[in-house]
Nanobody, 120 residues
Framework: VQVVESGGGLVQPGGSLRLSCAAS????????MGWYRQAPGKRRQLVAYISSGGSTNYVDSVKGRFTISRDGAKNTVYLQMNSLKPEDTAVYYCNFDLELIGVRGRLDYWGQGTQVTVSS
């Protein structure tokens, strides 16, 4: 399975970015997708989560500003980030909770990480 992220970069405070993450390979089913972030000197934290049924959950600090969505046909998850703040600066990682063809059990796959920097 390959997991490829894209969409990070440098943006001014108040700006927007859209992250994308696609999984490919021998995937039987994807149960949930999520976005995490890790700032320098801090632990990785869950930012947003979307279940197979479309239910979403967000960390309080991004509610009303970030939106997670998924395209099941493309095995892709997105994170639309609006009204960005300097404290959103971090490396963002996507995560897939999935099951492979011919392999029993659920597995976690991670993207390579993409840097988001919010600065004037």
């Amino acid at each position: 399975v390959q997991v490829v992220e894209s969409g990070g970069g440098l943006v001014q405070p108040g700006g927007s970015l859209r992250l994308s993450c696609a999984a490919s390979g021998s995937i039987f089913s994807i149960y949930a997708m999520g976005w995490y972030r890790q700032a320098p000197g801090k632990r990785r934290q869950l930012v947003a989560y979307i279940s197979s049924g479309g239910s979403t959950n967000y960390v309080d600090s991004v509610k009303g500003r970030f939106t997670i969505s998924r395209d099941g046909a493309k095995n892709t998850v997105y994170l639309q980030m609006n009204s960005l703040k300097p404290e959103d600066t971090a490396v963002y990682y996507c995560n897939f909770d999935l099951e492979l063809i011919g392999v029993r059990g659920r597995l976690d796959y991670w993207g390579q990480g993409t840097q988001v920097t919010v600065s004037s």
